[in-house]
DNA sequence: GGTGTACTCATTTTT
DNA sequence: TGAGTACACC
């Protein structure tokens, strides 16, 4: 396969780069992907082995498909994976160097919260003025600066600080006890294993001669360290990014990294890729304006030869549910001009803003998905039967052993737990091993020793047999403890817990054929790397939901932002000071605008439920940065109730006395339009409203000329007599078959064009 | 030891 | 608004 052939000249510089420093500045949409793969595939055409290939992403999903495309290049053998299941798996090769036992347990978030919590207990703070999350963030940053426990006390100069400290050090004084790592921890051990000992860092720069680092804008300082000591000694260290892409530095990302590569390496090349082959030129010059605003960046001029296509559209709502009616609207009059669902895709800040959407799509029929949901391993019933496999590999995680003790129901409740937490740590033995001890029956009286010891043998047992292959140990587990006959009485046979334990256990045979000789702790670390099985969900024929962060990295042909509102775009916290990184807020609209290939549209509303109350809502300032030529606002007008029945007015007719001024029931799409020109417009059903026809300046509308027949939605049909314009509005005079002669504000009504 | 109810507190999330 | 927690009660 020719691998050059169809690039363009920075793509081929970078493909065509061997030894030495490459910076790559992949603008949005350049072809950044493409151009990785080919380069790998280009380093081994040349003569590189594959297995010196290291190539590091950001998640498991882009390194297995990294995998697959390199693959595809006629390319094998080269390994692709995250900056933590490389140090996952050189801390089980360099166990005792590194001084971790090789069967350690990974704590994720869930299991860090709870280490954060005793641990705050038992640092004993004068008052509760710390909560769980923040003692996590604070330790979680100092890891990634590779603070250790002590480093920080040492800095520690105010007295919330020592508190912190001390918290750090419990916290590490828990997961030493429990054989875990969080991870962090993953991060800053091999790092620190690599200071320590320069024989094995050469050893791994030897290893990997190629070191390829993807979406290097959103690395961290760990990260960076281990990066560039793998190549302190060849330099074949290639990053590629977008600087004005970086959208987790919440989560210790540094912008800075990419920044200044050109001064770590001064001897860098650097490529710019700034062809865009995704977007339309009016998407790209929408995004392009906001991104302009932002300081922190280097200034690319992002360019396409696409043709021009469609306006970006500004839409305003009345409220959430008009603007997700609206977004509804938009999409299936998408779909009635031949795209498909999963063209379709709704981006937003929160969470919680889908919930409205996701109403407006259900009501409607309109198929869609949310891209978040629960991810497979941190639903209950695997977490639990991973914590079986976990204890069994690792007795001392005492994590672990308190999530199942009681799983399936034994009757060892909170009392007993709470005396058997109380005697290990007296003698400074793990709670299995506690509980394995008849001595207990002192501390817990018989029937609870009983239980407990009980408990204890069984996992014993389980760890007595071989833990390959993994099938087969997950399957003993579920039929030793009655996991699965428990599942079943819950659930139902057909039940969701059920399927997801089967889905489990299949993951496992897949694993063990795909790794014939690893054993239950690979596989335990491999799944607690990985935060959904990897589910190819290809087409779906729904409409995409999901929040900007996971937008990152995918494309689609027509994209709906919603909420650009003061506040929720650029997010703030509600005690209003500047707590929020405007300018990171700006990359993550940026991001989500630029995944748009045909069709953009930002919604907002003017009133919104926010966690409880309705609040009136400022704009974004976004929406007047990324403002130009190509962009096209729309108001849509709040509902109006229809008038009730009014006999007394003695009006002879069912419908009442029709006020004229009384606009139209509303469902969707009554448009004001703020064309430039002053003009407003008037939207003619049946066609796309993308291209609603603008007033003329002598105020006649183009497509209601007179003798027109339109159909208006309350009055019926009837014939255009003139159109003009009053003051702001454009009205025009119709003269009904039911009702006469009335004037209509073309603002307020959608007329549906008749033959 | 399991269940009901008052109370609090609100991003983004992969590893 | 609604999820998750703490605590009281049965």
């Known amino acids: 396969m020719d691998l050059l052939s169809d690039l363009n000249e920075p793509q081929r510089q970078a493909v065509m780069h061997m030894e030495g420093p490459l910076l790559v500045l992949a603008g949005a949409g350049s072809g950044k992907t493409r151009v990785i793969t080919r380069r790998v595939a280009h380093l081994i055409s040349q003569g590189v082995a594959p297995w010196q290939v290291l190539a590091i ?14 693959a595809n290049l006629g390319a094998r053998g080269v390994m692709a994976c995250t900056f933590h299941s490389l140090c996952a798996r050189l801390l089980r090769e360099f166990a005792e160097e590194a001084g971790v036992s090789p ?6 978030q869930a299991d860090q919260r709870r280490v954060a919590r005793l641990a705050l207990e038992q640092a004993k703070l004068p008052s509760g003025s710390l909560t769980a999350a923040q003692v996590l963030h604070t330790i979680s940053r100092a890891k990634m600066q590779l603070q250790t426990a002590a480093d920080f006390e040492q800095n520690a100069a105010t007295s919330p600080m020592r508190q912190m400290a001390k918290i750090y050090s419990e916290y590490e004084k828990l997961l030493g006890a429990a054989n875990a790592l969080d991870f962090d921890d993953l991060l800053l051990r091999v ?34 360290v281990i990066a560039h000591g793998i190549a302190l000694e060849h330099e074949n260290i290639c990053a590629t990014g977008d600087p004005d892409q970086s959208i987790y530095s919440w989560r210790g990302a540094r912008i ?23 977007s339309t030129p009016q998407i790209l010059a929408a995004a392009d304006r906001l991104i302009s605003y932002n300081r922190l960046r280097k200034a690319k001029g992002l360019f396409t030869q696409r043709p021009s296509g469609a306006d970006v559209w500004v839409v305003c709502t009345h409220d959430e549910h008009a603007e997700a009616a609206e977004v509804v609207r938009r999409a299936r009059e998408l779909v009635a001009r031949g795209m498909r669902h999963d063209d379709i895709a709704v981006f937003y800040r929160l969470n919680s803003l889908s919930r409205v959407m996701e109403d407006a799509f259900r009501r409607t029929g309109v198929p869609y998905r949310i891209a978040r949901g629960v991810a497979f391993y941190n639903r209950k019933e695997i977490k639990d039967v991973l914590a079986y496999l976990k204890l069994m590999v690792n007795p001392r995680d005492d994590l672990a052993c308190e999530r199942i003790i009681n799983v399936p129901s034994r009757g060892i409740g909170s009392t007993t737990l709470a005396r058997l937490r109380d005697f290990a740590a007296g003698r400074g033995i793990g709670l299995l091993e506690a509980a394995s001890q008849g001595r207990m029956i002192g ?14 043998q069984l996992v014993k047992q389980l760890a007595e047999g071989p833990l390959a292959p993994v099938r087969t140990v997950l399957e003993s587990v579920l039929a030793a403890t009655g996991m699965e006959q428990e599942l079943r009485a819950i659930g139902g046979e057909e039940h969701e817990e059920l399927a997801n334990v089967a889905e489990l256990v299949t993951a496992a ?48 042909p027509a994209v709906f932002i919603v909420g650009c509102e003061e506040g929720i775009l650029p997010f703030r916290r509600m005690g209003e000071e500047e707590t929020c990184d405007r300018e990171e807020e700006r990359r993550l609209c940026f991001v989500g605008m630029t995944r748009a290939m045909d069709h953009l ?52 007719s069912e419908l009442g006395e029709l006020v004229e001024e009384t ?12 064309a430039p020109a002053a003009s407003v417009a008037a939207a003619p059903a049946g066609r796309d409203s993308d291209s609603a026809d603008v007033a003329q300046s002598d105020g006649s509308v183009p497509h209601l000329p007179p003798g027109r027949r339109v159909r208006h939605p309350m009055f019926g049909t009837g014939q255009i007599v003139s159109t003009g314009r009053s003051g702001a509005y454009t009205k025009a005079v119709i003269d009904f078959d039911q009702y006469g002669r009335k004037t209509i504000i073309l603002q307020f009504t959608r007329l549906e064009l008749l033959a």
């Open 509 to 556: 045979g897949e694993f063990d054929r795909e790794n014939p000789s690893a054993t239950l702790p690979d596989f335990l670390h491999l799944v607690s790397l990985v935060s959904d099985v990897d589910r190819f969900e290809g087409s779906t024929g729904a409409v995409t939901l999901m929040t900007l962060h996971a937008a990152k990295g995918l494309e689609f």
């Open 663 to 674: 606009p139209p029931t509303f469902d969707e799409g009554f448009y004001d339009v703020k």
């Open 103 to 108: 069967n350690y347990s990974i704590y994720d």
């Open 601 to 652: 549209t930002l919604t907002r509303a003017r009133y919104r439920g926010l966690r409880g109350s309705r609040q009136r809502q400022a704009a974004s300032p976004f929406l007047a940065e990324l403002d130009g030529p190509q962009v096209r606002h729309v108001e849509l007008r709040p509902p109006v109730e229809v008038q009730p029945i009014r006999q007394e007015s003695g009006v002879d």
């Open 57 to 70: 992403t950001f998640t498991n999903k882009a390194a297995h498909e990294m995998v697959d495309r390199i």
């Open 256 to 278: 800075d990294n990419i920044l200044e590569f050109e001064h770590d390496y001064t001897n860098a090349t650097v490529v710019r890729l700034e062809e865009n082959y995704r």
């Open 443 to 456: 501390e817990l009286g018989k029937a609870a020793a009983n239980k407990v010891a009980a408990f204890a």
């Open 191 to 224: 790092a620190q294993l690599m200071g320590r000992r320069p024989d094995i860092r050469r050893l791994l720069g030897e290893r990997y001669r190629f070191v390829l680092i993807d979406e290097y804008q959103d690395t961290n300082h760990a990260q960076y």
